[in-house]
C-alpha cells in the first residue's frame, strides 16, 4: 500500500539523535493514524550512523535507507530520499532533532486538506547564534525574496512537506536544497505556504555548515534563475547578446570607415577602431557559445550519479 506520508532525512554523523527521533515519528505517526515510511539517506557518515539505522530498522519496519560510499552533500541526499519515496506527502526533516516531528500532523494538513503544493516551514524564533547564524540568514533570505520573488521567511529550512508529485517533478543537484521552493515554482507549483515551526536547541553534535554556505547559495540562486530561464533555449540569451554587441561593433567600425573616406582621417590610430574589433569578435563568441550549450543541452547525460554502498527495505 502506498504510505500516506514519506519522511525524507539526510543525515551526516548523527548516530546519537536517530533513536530518539525515530522513536519520536513512530509515536506521532501511531497517535494519528498514518501509514508512514522513513527513508534515510546516510550521506557517507564516519560514525556509527549506518549501524544504528540497521538496529532501528529491524525495530521498525516503516524504515528504508541508503548509505552513500563516501559524503556528497545534503542535495544530493535529498534526492535519492525523493526518488526512493513513495507516500501521498513527502516531509522533509533534519537529523538533528531540531526539526520536531509534531509538526508533522499540521504540515501534512496543509497539503491535503488546503491544498498547498509546497509548505515551508518558518523557525520564526531560533536558538542559533545571532551573530554567526541569525543575522546571516536573514540577509540571506531577504535576497532570495527579492531575486526570487517568493514570500518565505526562511527558504532553507530543512522540514517541508510537499505534494508527491512535487517531488517527483523536481531534480535536486549540487547545492539547490536550498532553493527547492525556487524549482518548484519554475516546474509549474506556485500554491507555496508557510508554517512557523518549532526550533529546538541542538542536543546532540555540532552544526555541520559554515559560513562558506552564504555565499554558495547567493550563487546557486543566480544559477538557478538563469537555468529556469534559459537552460532549455540557451541561445536565446547569448544570441540575443552576441547579435547586440556584434551589431554596435558593425555599426561602429562602418561610421569610422565612412569618416575616413570623408575626412582621410586615419582609421587605425582611433579607440574606436580597437573598440568596434572588440565588440565584433565578443558578438561572434557569444553566438559560438550559445551553439555549444545548445548542443550541450541536447546531449546531456545524467549529472545526478551517485556511488551507493548499502540499502535497506529498497
Given amino acids: 500500500m502506498q504510505p500516506d506520508i514519506s519522511i525524507v532525512i539526510p543525515l551526516y554523523n548523527e548516530e546519537e539523535s536517530l533513536p530518539e527521533l525515530v522513536t519520536w515519528i513512530d509515536r506521532v ?3 494519528h493514524k498514518y501509514t508512514y515510511e522513513v527513508v534515510m539517506v546516510d550521506d557517507g557518515s564516519r560514525d556509527n550512523s549506518w549501524e544504528v539505522i540497521k538496529q532501528l530498522s529491524e525495530q521498525y519496519p516503516a524504515i528504508k535507507a541508503i548509505k552513500f ?7 544530493p541526499a535529498l534526492y535519492e530520499g525523493f526518488k526512493a519515496a513513495t507516500g501521498n506527502v513527502v516531509i522533509t526533516m533534519d537529523a538533528d532533532l531540531q526539526d520536531s516531528p509534531d509538526e508533522i500532523p499540521e504540515l501534512y494538513r496543509m497539503i491535503i486538506q488546503d491544498g498547498f503544493d509546497l509548505v515551508s516551514g518558518w523557525k520564526k524564533v531560533r536558538y542559533d547564534n545571532a551573530v554567526t547564524k541569525n543575522l546571516p540568514s536573514k540577509l540571506y533570505n531577504a535576497v532570495n525574496r527579492s531575486i526570487s520573488g517568493i514570500k518565505l521567511h526562511d527558504m532553507n529550512c530543512g522540514l517541508k512537506a510537499y505534494k508527491r508529485k512535487v517531488i517527483k517533478s523536481i531534480e535536486v543537484y549540487g547545492e539547490m536544497h536550498r532553493f527547492i521552493p525556487v524549482l518548484a515554482k519554475h516546474a ?16 546532540y553534535g555540532v552544526s555541520k555548515f559554515g559560513w562558506e554556505r552564504f555565499i554558495n547559495g547567493f550563487l546557486d540562486l543566480l544559477s538557478i534563475q538563469f537555468v529556469s530561464r534559459f537552460g532549455k533555449k540557451p541561445m536565446h540569451l547569448f544570441g540575443t547578446l552576441g547579435s547586440f554587441t556584434f551589431l554596435f561593433g558593425f555599426i561602429l567600425i562602418a561610421w569610422l570607415i565612412i569618416d575616413k573616406l570623408s575626412n582621410n582621417t586615419p582609421l ?3 579607440p574606436g577602431f580597437y573598440i568596434s574589433l572588440t565588440m565584433m569578435i565578443l558578438g561572434t563568441l557569444c553566438f559560438f557559445t550559445g551553439f555549444v550549450a545548445e548542443l550541450i543541452v541536447r546531449n546531456a547525460s545524467d549529472r545526478n550519479a551517485y556511488l551507493t554502498e548499502e540499502k535497506i527495505g529498497l
Fill in 188 to 203: 509549474g507549483f506556485d500554491k507555496i505556504g508557510e508554517k512557523i515551526v518549532q526550533h529546538r536547541p541542538r542536543k
Fill in 69 to 75: 560510499q563516501r559524503n556528497y552533500g545534503k542535495s
Fill in 268 to 270: 587605425t590610430n582611433k
Fill in 29 to 31: 505517526c501511531t497517535e
